[in-house]
């Protein structure tokens, strides 16, 4: 376990989660992909706190930033509990993992802590957030969840993943920024609340997606344009005619199956589908401002997390984003947002407008 | 419930969920009479079961959970029509075991 971090003027980083897993079988369905991760766990800086603090004065970050303290203090770690449900519904199911535990030999248990671990990494070393509150809150996971079932969820305090029927989806954990997806449920829930329905309920979705694709850009230490910005790499099965579930790069290109259909992400605002599935589309229109975040961070370069991620993170925690915020107002936040951090009227702040002009937002 | 296996048919639908595919959103429907003779009775037992635990119609409108996924059963019997609905994570195991069951032995 990583346990370092000291008080210099840059926080330490450790070697200290060497995930062997996770996107082994990504390869499958001729992505080709192989990834392999070394993660850092950092200690948080006093002085980065600080710089925050100064750089977002009336956030919802005053009250999640701790008292400052003197001397040599341990950095935040996680701490992860993993159940199975055996193949059942019942929740939370039995404890097969704990913090600290040495691998248990099920790929998906292993994966499941593995990616909890790097979620935390990313949001702590990243956002400088420590877990989901912000408050170090334990990391709880249940997989083996139902037979052959194919989906994941967060259901307020738990992330939970399913197997896969084999035939078009592999198990649920194979993919790390769908870990990440999950986690970020919990961290939009304990900030703006987005409401779960229509265009914040799509902005909700893009947000885990967003956060979800950086968990696994930061991991890989990938910049923006070396990122494969898909969500789901490696989860349909082999034979199912696709690379991954959503494409936020090229909304509606994902898969293009005879069983699964066709992706129906707009990319465009004159494309925005109005349904009553999907609670409004959730997973649909979420396309738009995926797409908005990736032209953003691309025009922007560098690690997407570093300048697109932060802007898009202190939007979510800006007291101003309402539950029912559409996506017009989320996008006018991340200009303003982006000015504050940075420069009014800088490249930054231009790069997000333009982005969300190219998408029909603004 | 009338008790003529044969003429039992079920529908499933699977709404939302992270995996909201399209191909997935279609209806999966099972007719007992496409079933042999055990698993056309056993989907009556599991269908009685989940049509008794069933929870009112409003009750059952809960708020999925971010990714849960929605769950509308109607089993069609004769004149009549008996709706069961749920959400992840489906707690009730009769009703788990009868959208196991039309997942597996139903087509899209």
């Known amino acids: 376990m990583c346990n370092a971090a000291d008080h210099e003027s840059r926080p330490r980083s450790m070697l200290c989660i060497l995930p062997p897993y996770i996107l082994r079988e990504i390869a499958k369905n001729g992505t080709a992909e192989q990834r392999a991760a070394a993660l850092e766990a950092l200690g948080v800086d006093q002085a980065i706190r600080?710089?925050?603090?100064?750089?977002?004065?009336?956030?919802?970050?005053?009250?999640?930033?701790?008292?400052?303290?003197?001397?040599?203090r341990a950095a935040?770690?996680?701490?992860?509990?993993?159940?199975?449900?055996?193949g059942s519904q019942k929740l939370p199911g039995k404890i097969v993992r704990k913090e600290g535990a040495a691998a248990s030999g099920d790929a998906a248990v292993d994966e499941a802590y593995d990616g909890l671990g790097a979620t935390f990494a990313f949001?702590?070393?990243?956002?400088?957030?420590?877990?989901?509150?912000?408050?170090?809150?334990?990391?709880?996971?249940?997989?083996?969840?139902?037979?052959?079932?194919?989906?994941?969820?967060?259901n307020g305090s738990r992330m939970v993943f399913g197997d896969g029927d084999g035939k078009l989806f592999n198990r649920f954990t194979v993919a790390l920024d769908v870990i990440g997806h999950e986690l970020t449920h919990g961290v939009t829930e304990r900030e703006a609340?987005?409401?779960?329905?229509?265009?914040?309920?799509?902005?909700?979705?893009?947000?885990?997606?967003?956060?979800?694709?950086?968990?696994?850009?930061?991991?890989?230490?990938?910049?923006?344009?070396?990122?494969?910005?898909?969500?789901?790499a490696g989860l349909l099965a082999k034979g199912v005619k696709g690379v991954a579930l959503r494409s936020m790069k090229a909304p509606g290109t994902a898969y293009d199956d005879r069983v699964l259909g066709r992706d129906p992400q707009p990319a465009h605002m004159q494309d925005f589908v109005r349904t009553t599935d999907d609670?409004?589309?959730?997973?649909?229109?979420?396309?738009?401002?995926?797409?908005?975040?990736?032209?953003?961070?691309?025009?922007?370069?560098?690690?997407?997390?570093?300048?697109?991620?932060?802007?898009?993170?202190?939007?979510?925690?800006d007291p101003r984003l309402?539950?029912?915020?559409?996506?017009?107002?989320?996008?006018?936040?991340?200009?303003?947002?982006?000015?504050?951090?940075?420069r009014p009227r800088g490249r930054e702040a231009a790069a997000v407008a333009k982005a969300w002009q190219q998408v029909g937002v603004l | 419930?009338?008790?003529?296996?044969?003429?039992?048919?079920?529908?499933?639908?699977?709404?939302?969920?992270?995996?909201?595919?399209?191909?997935?959103?279609?209806?999966?429907?099972?007719?007992?009479?496409?079933?042999?003779?055990?698993h056309a009775a056993q989907?009556?037992?599991?269908?009685?079961?989940?049509?008794?635990?069933?929870?009112?119609?409003?009750?059952?409108?809960a708020a999925a959970v971010p990714d849960g996924r929605r769950y509308r059963l109607t089993v069609d019997l004769g004149d009549s029509r008996r709706e069961v609905t749920a959400t992840d994570p489906v707690e009730t195991p009769a009703i788990a075991e009868l959208i196991a069951f039309v997942e597996k032995h139903g087509q899209r």
């Open chain 1, 123 to 154: 949001f702590l070393e990243a956002c400088q957030r420590n877990s989901i509150d912000d408050a170090g809150l334990p990391l709880d996971a249940t997989v083996h969840f139902g037979r052959k079932y194919d989906n994941a969820f967060w």
């Open chain 2, 1 to 38: 419930m009338a008790s003529d296996p044969a003429a039992l048919r079920v529908t499933l639908r699977i709404d939302g969920g992270f995996a909201h595919l399209p191909g997935l959103a279609r209806p999966i429907a099972l007719n007992a009479a496409q079933l042999g003779d055990e």
């Open chain 1, 76 to 86: 935040p770690k996680p701490r992860r509990t993993i159940y199975t449900a055996a």
């Open chain 2, 43 to 61: 989907l009556q037992r599991l269908c009685d079961s989940a049509c008794a635990v069933a929870p009112t119609r409003k009750a059952s409108r």
């Open chain 1, 322 to 342: 309402k539950a029912n915020a559409n996506f017009a107002a989320f996008a006018k936040l991340t200009v303003a947002v982006a000015g504050r951090l940075y």
């Open chain 1, 279 to 317: 609670n409004g589309g959730v997973h649909i229109n979420s396309g738009i401002p995926n797409r908005a975040f990736h032209l953003a961070a691309t025009a922007i370069g560098g690690k997407a997390w570093e300048f697109a991620g932060r802007i898009w993170y202190e939007a979510l925690r």
């Open chain 1, 193 to 232: 609340a987005l409401v779960y329905q229509g265009q914040p309920g799509a902005l909700n979705e893009s947000l885990s997606d967003v956060f979800g694709s950086l968990v696994k850009q930061h991991a890989l230490k990938q910049d923006a344009e070396a990122a494969d910005w898909l969500i789901g």
């Open chain 1, 50 to 72: 600080d710089q925050r603090a100064a750089a977002a004065p009336a956030s919802r970050l005053a009250s999640a930033i701790p008292p400052k303290r003197t001397g040599k």
